[in-house]
Nanobody
C-alpha cells in the first residue's frame, strides 16, 4: 500500500511561484507512475502533470512551459514546481501514485493553491 502527503500549497500573487511536494510511503516508489491533479470548485479533477518510472513527463496544455514535475526516488518524493502562476491555477492539488503492474492507484489528501491579488 502507498500513503501520500502533499505540502507546499498556499496563497500567492499572479506571476508568483510555488513548489509542491508529495512524500510517499510504501514499497517500490521508483516503479510508480506519479502524477499531479487539480480540482477547482465546481469542476472535475484534471491531470496537470505526469512522470513515469523511466522519467518521461507530460503536461496539460494549460501548464506547459510554466510547471515542471520531477521525482527524487532516493527520498520517495514527488515535486511540482509552479511558475508564472495565474488565477485560473487556483485549485486543490492532489498527488497520485499509480502502481501500474498491480492496477492500483492512490491519492493524497490534497493541498490548496490560491492565486490571487
Amino acid at each position: 500500500q502507498v500513503q501520500l502527503v502533499e505540502s507546499g500549497g498556499g496563497l500567492v500573487q499572479p506571476g508568483g511561484s510555488l513548489r509542491l511536494s508529495c512524500a510517499a510511503s510504501g514499497s517500490r516508489f521508483s516503479m510508480n507512475t506519479m502524477g499531479w491533479y487539480r480540482q477547482a470548485p465546481g469542476k472535475e479533477r484534471e491531470l496537470v502533470a505526469r512522470i513515469t518510472s523511466g522519467g518521461s513527463t507530460s503536461y496539460a496544455d494549460s501548464v506547459k512551459g510554466r510547471f515542471t514535475i520531477s521525482r527524487d526516488n532516493a527520498k520517495n518524493t514527488l515535486y511540482l514546481q509552479m511558475n508564472s502562476l495565474k488565477p485560473e491555477d487556483t485549485a486543490v492539488y492532489y498527488c497520485n501514485a499509480d502502481q501500474v503492474w498491480l492496477g492500483r492507484s492512490y491519492w493524497g489528501q490534497g493541498t490548496q493553491v490560491t492565486v490571487s491579488s
